[in-house]
Nanobody, 116 residues
Framework: QVQFVESGGGLVQPGGSLRLSCVPSGTGVNIRARARAWYRQAPGKTRELVGSIVGGTTDYADSVKGRFTISIDNAKNSVYLQMNNLRPEDTAVYFC?????????WGQGTQVTVSS
């Protein structure tokens, strides 16, 4: 079974940093990803695209540009989201998304809470 497991969420003060990981388990270690992305869903809001990486090209939502960075580790088939200078409005459940030529996979979600 293909599964991507997220970790790294938690409670952080405004201005702090967190690094989210999205790591394959099971047969997920063998898939060939075409694109990766991070989404988030805040309470009472719809899920929104935070950023994506396709090939070597990254793209970010305006709300996180300059603060968040997506990276990948091809050897581990993992994707990461480095979040700096966090704000209370960044509070949400964050989901990784991995797309192959034929399938799309989601992480289980990890809670990020930014509060003093």
């Amino acid at each position: 079974q293909v599964q991507f497991v997220e970790s790294g969420g938690g409670l952080v003060q405004p201005g702090g940093s967190l690094r989210l990981s999205c790591v394959p388990s099971g047969t997920g270690v063998n898939i060939r990803a075409r694109a990766r992305a991070w989404y988030r869903q805040a309470p009472g809001k719809t899920r929104e695209l935070v950023g994506s990486i396709v090939g070597g090209t990254t793209d970010y939502a305006d709300s996180v540009k300059g603060r968040f960075t997506i990276s990948i580790d091809n050897a581990k088939n993992s994707v990461y989201l480095q979040m700096n200078n966090l704000r209370p409005e960044d509070t949400a459940v964050y989901f990784c998304n991995v797309r192959t030529f034929t399938n799309t996979y989601w992480g289980q979600g990890t809670q990020v809470t930014v509060s003093s």
